[in-house]
Protein backbone atom coordinates (compact mmCIF):
# COMPACT_ATOMS: atom_id res chain seq x y z
CA UNK A 1 0.00 0.00 0.00
CA UNK A 2 1.34 3.19 -1.40
CA UNK A 3 0.54 6.63 0.43
CA UNK A 4 -0.33 8.95 -1.95
CA UNK A 5 0.40 12.67 -0.69
CA UNK A 6 -1.62 14.48 -3.39
CA UNK A 7 -4.30 12.69 -2.59
CA UNK A 8 -4.65 13.06 1.29
CA UNK A 9 -3.47 16.42 1.60
CA UNK A 10 -6.61 17.26 -0.65
CA UNK A 11 -8.58 15.32 1.46
CA UNK A 12 -7.26 16.90 4.49
CA UNK A 13 -7.51 20.14 2.83
CA UNK A 14 -11.63 19.71 1.93
CA UNK A 15 -11.86 18.46 5.68
CA UNK A 16 -9.90 21.62 7.46
CA UNK A 17 -11.75 23.65 5.05
CA UNK A 18 -15.10 22.87 6.52
CA UNK A 19 -14.19 22.52 10.27
CA UNK A 20 -12.50 25.87 10.12
CA UNK A 21 -16.27 27.22 8.77
CA UNK A 22 -17.87 25.76 11.45
CA UNK A 23 -15.41 26.64 14.63
CA UNK A 24 -16.02 30.65 12.41
CA UNK A 25 -19.70 30.35 12.74
CA UNK A 26 -19.25 29.59 16.49
CA UNK A 27 -17.49 32.48 17.16
CA UNK A 28 -13.81 30.98 17.59
CA UNK A 29 -10.77 33.86 17.58
CA UNK A 30 -8.93 33.45 13.51
CA UNK A 31 -5.56 33.20 16.02
CA UNK A 32 -7.17 30.04 17.71
CA UNK A 33 -8.61 28.87 14.20
CA UNK A 34 -4.84 29.26 12.70
CA UNK A 35 -3.13 27.82 15.85
CA UNK A 36 -5.43 24.51 15.29
CA UNK A 37 -4.83 24.55 11.72
CA UNK A 38 -0.80 24.53 12.25
CA UNK A 39 -1.17 21.75 14.79
CA UNK A 40 -3.18 19.23 12.58
CA UNK A 41 -0.61 20.14 9.56
CA UNK A 42 1.92 18.80 11.79
CA UNK A 43 -0.38 15.54 12.78
CA UNK A 44 -1.08 15.21 9.06
CA UNK A 45 2.80 15.14 8.18
CA UNK A 46 3.68 13.10 11.11
CA UNK A 47 1.03 10.81 9.72
CA UNK A 48 2.25 10.88 6.32
CA UNK A 49 5.68 10.55 7.26
CA UNK A 50 4.48 7.09 8.84
CA UNK A 51 2.78 5.69 6.19
CA UNK A 52 5.35 6.84 3.51
CA UNK A 53 7.82 4.28 5.20
CA UNK A 54 5.38 1.78 6.49
CA UNK A 55 5.68 -1.25 3.68
CA UNK A 56 2.81 -3.65 2.73
CA UNK A 57 5.31 -6.70 3.75
CA UNK A 58 4.65 -4.81 7.44
CA UNK A 59 1.62 -4.67 6.81
CA UNK A 60 1.11 -8.46 5.89
CA UNK A 61 3.07 -9.28 8.75
CA UNK A 62 0.60 -7.31 11.36
CA UNK A 63 -1.87 -8.51 9.58
CA UNK A 64 -0.82 -11.88 9.96
CA UNK A 65 -0.30 -12.02 13.59
CA UNK A 66 -3.95 -10.45 13.54
CA UNK A 67 -5.40 -13.51 12.45
CA UNK A 68 -3.01 -15.61 14.39
CA UNK A 69 -3.88 -13.78 17.75
CA UNK A 70 -7.53 -13.81 17.18
CA UNK A 71 -9.39 -16.30 19.51
CA UNK A 72 -12.92 -14.92 18.82
CA UNK A 73 -14.30 -17.97 16.89
CA UNK A 74 -12.44 -20.19 14.29
CA UNK A 75 -14.66 -22.28 11.56
CA UNK A 76 -15.36 -25.51 14.01
CA UNK A 77 -16.89 -22.48 16.82
CA UNK A 78 -18.61 -21.18 13.85
CA UNK A 79 -20.54 -24.40 12.50
CA UNK A 80 -21.46 -25.07 16.56
CA UNK A 81 -22.90 -21.78 16.76
CA UNK A 82 -24.92 -23.07 14.04
CA UNK A 83 -28.65 -24.76 15.57
CA UNK A 84 -30.00 -24.39 12.10
CA UNK A 85 -29.79 -27.80 10.02
CA UNK A 86 -29.79 -26.57 6.59
CA UNK A 87 -27.65 -23.75 7.59
CA UNK A 88 -25.12 -25.60 8.93
CA UNK A 89 -25.02 -27.84 5.91
CA UNK A 90 -24.41 -25.03 3.90
CA UNK A 91 -21.53 -23.93 5.72
CA UNK A 92 -20.11 -27.29 6.34
CA UNK A 93 -19.65 -27.87 2.59
CA UNK A 94 -18.62 -24.35 1.70
CA UNK A 95 -14.79 -24.05 0.66
CA UNK A 96 -12.76 -23.27 3.95
CA UNK A 97 -11.14 -19.94 1.96
CA UNK A 98 -14.94 -18.89 1.99
CA UNK A 99 -15.63 -19.36 5.78
CA UNK A 100 -12.25 -17.90 6.36
CA UNK A 101 -13.35 -14.71 4.52
CA UNK A 102 -16.60 -14.89 6.47
CA UNK A 103 -14.68 -15.62 10.22
CA UNK A 104 -12.70 -12.01 8.73
CA UNK A 105 -15.33 -10.32 8.22
CA UNK A 106 -17.05 -10.79 11.45
CA UNK A 107 -13.77 -9.76 13.21
CA UNK A 108 -14.09 -6.25 11.28
CA UNK A 109 -11.39 -6.63 8.41
CA UNK A 110 -12.60 -4.70 5.37
CA UNK A 111 -12.85 -6.22 2.33
CA UNK A 112 -9.35 -4.84 0.79
CA UNK A 113 -7.50 -6.41 3.58
CA UNK A 114 -9.04 -10.00 3.72
CA UNK A 115 -8.03 -9.79 -0.30
CA UNK A 116 -4.29 -8.66 0.60
CA UNK A 117 -4.00 -11.04 3.60
CA UNK A 118 -5.61 -14.01 1.49
CA UNK A 119 -3.83 -12.64 -1.95
CA UNK A 120 -6.98 -13.13 -3.60
CA UNK A 121 -8.61 -9.92 -5.69
CA UNK A 122 -11.41 -8.07 -3.82
CA UNK A 123 -13.56 -9.09 -6.60
CA UNK A 124 -13.16 -12.70 -5.95
CA UNK A 125 -13.87 -11.73 -2.44
CA UNK A 126 -17.05 -10.13 -3.17
CA UNK A 127 -18.44 -13.09 -5.48
CA UNK A 128 -17.87 -15.70 -2.64
CA UNK A 129 -19.38 -14.10 -0.09
CA UNK A 130 -22.11 -12.88 -2.87
CA UNK A 131 -22.54 -16.85 -3.47
CA UNK A 132 -22.71 -17.78 0.41
CA UNK A 133 -25.65 -14.96 0.74
CA UNK A 134 -27.79 -16.57 -1.59
CA UNK A 135 -27.36 -19.86 -0.69
CA UNK A 136 -27.88 -18.71 2.78
CA UNK A 137 -30.96 -16.39 1.36
CA UNK A 138 -32.11 -19.72 -0.54
CA UNK A 139 -32.19 -21.71 2.83
CA UNK A 140 -34.22 -19.16 4.47
CA UNK A 141 -36.92 -18.80 2.00
CA UNK A 142 -37.17 -22.72 2.09
CA UNK A 143 -37.50 -22.83 5.47
CA UNK A 144 -40.25 -19.62 5.90
CA UNK A 145 -42.47 -22.04 3.34
CA UNK A 146 -42.16 -24.86 5.35
Known amino acids: MTFQKAKEEYKWK ?3 AKEEKVLREFGMSE ?3 IHLRELDWEDFNAERRFWEHYSSDQEK ?3 QREVENMDLLNSEQLLDCIENRQMWEILKNTDPKT ?3 ILMK ?8 ISEYLNLPEKTIYTRINRLKRKIQKCCVEIKES
Open 14 to 16: QWK
Open 31 to 33: EKI
Open 61 to 63: LYM
Open 99 to 101: IEM
Open 106 to 113: IWGFSVKE
